[in-house]
C-alpha cells in the first residue's frame, strides 16, 4: 500500500496528525464515530485490490511532495484510505461500480479544502471533499489481504444491522501504518458511512 519500501521511512513514521473524529458510542464490535467534514486528494486505479494502494501511491505522494501547480508540500496525514469504485448512489465521496476499479485517498490536513488544496499537476489526482458525518469503524492488526479485510468488513456489515443502523455508503479500507511495520501491529480499519434516527445527521 505504501508503494516503494525504499521511501525515506521518516516520512511515513513521523506522521504528525491523523484524521479527527469524535467516538459516540462503543457498541459490540465497532465504534460510531462522528467524521468531521474533510479533503480528500484520490486516483482511481483499474487493478486488484492488493496492487491498487501500492500502484496509486506514488501518484499521491508526489502531490504532497510538490508535484502541484504551486510546487507546495503537504504533511502527510493517515490513514490511506481505498474503496472499490462504484456509480455514486449516497451522499459519499468514496464509492464503487462492477468496473474492477479501486479509489485510493490520501486524507489531507484538516483546514485544508478544495478552493484552498494546491491543485495537482498529474490529472490523474483529483481534490475533493467529503462532508463527513457518522460513520461505523472497527479495527484490527493484520496482513493487508484482500480475505483479511473481506472478513472483517463481513462482520462490520453484520454487527451495525444487528444494531439498527442503515448504512449509506460502501465500505472503506483504512490504513495507518507504512509495509515494514510488522503485520501483526498494523493498525488496519474497516469503515462504513451510517445512518440512524437516534443520531441524526446534524447533531452535535
Not at 467516538?23 to 486488484?48: C, D, H, K, N, Q
Not at 504533511?75 to 449516497?90: I, L
Not at 490536513?109 to 483529483?126: F, I, N, Y
Not at 467529503?130 to 461505523?136: D, E, K, S, T
Amino acid at each position: 500500500m505504501w508503494g516503494n519500501r525504499n521511501l525515506h521511512r521518516s516520512t511515513v513514521e513521523d506522521v504528525t496528525e491523523q484524521q479527527p473524529y469524535e467516538v459516540v458510542r462503543a457498541y459490540e464490535g465497532f465504534e460510531l464515530r462522528r467524521y468531521p467534514a474533510f479533503t480528500m486528494a484520490e486516483v482511481t486505479i483499474a487493478s486488484s485490490f492488493e496492487q491498487a494502494g501500492s500502484s496509486a501511491f506514488r501518484l499521491l505522494f508526489a502531490y504532497i511532495s510538490g508535484a502541484n501547480r504551486v510546487r507546495a508540500s503537504i504533511e502527510m496525514t493517515s490513514p490511506v484510505v481505498q474503496a472499490q469504485k462504484v456509480a455514486m448512489t449516497a451522499p459519499v465521496v468514496q464509492h464503487t461500480d462492477a468496473s474492477g476499479e479501486h479509489i485510493v485517498a490520501f486524507v489531507l490536513p484538516a483546514g485544508l479544502t478544495v478552493e484552498t488544496a494546491p491543485e495537482p499537476s498529474d490529472p490523474r489526482v483529483k481534490v475533493v471533499a467529503h462532508a463527513g458525518g457518522l460513520a461505523a469503524a472497527t479495527r484490527y492488526s493484520g496482513r493487508w489481504s484482500q480475505a483479511s479485510y473481506q472478513g472483517h468488513c463481513t462482520r462490520l456489515e453484520s454487527a451495525i444491522a444487528l444494531e439498527g443502523f442503515r448504512s449509506i455508503g460502501p465500505p472503506r479500507f483504512a490504513r495507518f501504518d507504512p509495509p515494514f511495520k510488522p503485520w501483526f501491529l498494523r493498525r488496519n480499519e474497516v469503515v462504513i458511512d451510517v445512518a440512524d434516527p437516534t443520531y441524526p445527521a446534524d447533531a452535535h
